[in-house]
């Protein structure tokens, strides 16, 4: 519990003396930046800022995608900076991810067109006039893949 002896001064022992404070302008980033493990571990000197890093090791790999069917989409995606690790980063180099992001805006706003549009609403809300809608668009698909 407390250490005191007799005729001595309590002297409370400070804990972070210790401990030195890293100063508040230094970053260490610790971080596997490729797929393949290293053969052996190498210290960079030299690299100050975190584009030199990305320019030195160069991170990307290599990844799949399952698309709706059950085929597979295999992309290489590089990392040049940190937003590239974002959605939108890695949106932007993969073709597949891109297309995926397209169908989602345009299915956004069909649905924005659905809510807003009053004829398209009661269409959609009558059966029979939805499968007749249905009908309609199927053939100007059909249409249109005809013309490519």
Known sequence: MYDYGIGGQEVPKDASEGIADIPQ????????LTQDDPL???????????????????????TSFRRQDGSVVTEKLSFNSLADFGAMGITRQSSYLNELAQESSEYIKIMRQLKSNKMIR?????????????????????ELEEIK
């Open 40 to 62: 052996k571990p190498e210290v960079v000197q030299g690299l100050q800022t975190v584009e030199d890093v990305f320019r030195h090791f160069a991170p990307q790999v290599e």
């Open 122 to 142: 009661q269409v959609v809300e009558d059966p029979a006039n939805k499968q007749h809608f249905l009908n309609a668009l199927h053939a100007l698909i059909q």
């Open 25 to 32: 302008n230094r970053t260490l980033l610790v971080e596997k």
